[in-house]
């Protein structure tokens, strides 16, 4: 059974920065993409990065692009999520996820069955 630990979160003004974490232990298997995911309140849950471990092929949002960076260490079984230039907007709670599929679509929270229990970032203006 694949267990995921977020840590890093916080309150930080306009234009900070953050690094999250995610500590991952079981199956290996099972976790053959890596995402980080957000949930603000009045809005739905979507997929901020991805990252494959296999491969180290990185997917990101839009919304992010140029901001955040996924990235992973292996030895370590962690991933991480660095934050710059945040925005009031990027205000949500942060959820790691796993998956041992091979999906269509990377952003998808339906296709990640393994989840940690977030980390809340909070940026002010």
């Known amino acids: 059974q694949v267990q ?3 840590s890093g979160g916080g309150s930080v003004q306009t234009g900070g920065s953050l690094r999250l974490s995610c500590v991952a232990s079981g199956d290996t298997v099972s976790r053959k993409y890596m995402a980080w995911f957000r949930h ?4 739905e849950r979507d997929a901020v990065a991805v990252i494959s471990t296999r491969s180290g ?11 955040f960076i996924i990235s992973q260490d ?12 945040l925005k009031p907007e990027d205000t949500a709670m942060y959820y790691c996820a796993a998956t041992p599929s091979s999906v269509i679509n990377v952003y998808m ?8 229990q977030g980390t809340q970032v909070t940026v002010s203006s």
Do not use: I
């Open 4 to 6: 995921l630990v977020e």
């Open 109 to 116: 929270s339906a296709a990640y069955p393994y989840w940690g």
């Open 57 to 67: 092929v990185t997917w990101d949002r839009t919304s992010v692009k140029g901001r």
């Open 40 to 43: 603000a309140p009045g809005k």
């Open 74 to 85: 292996n030895a370590k079984n962690t991933v991480y999520l660095q934050m710059n230039s």
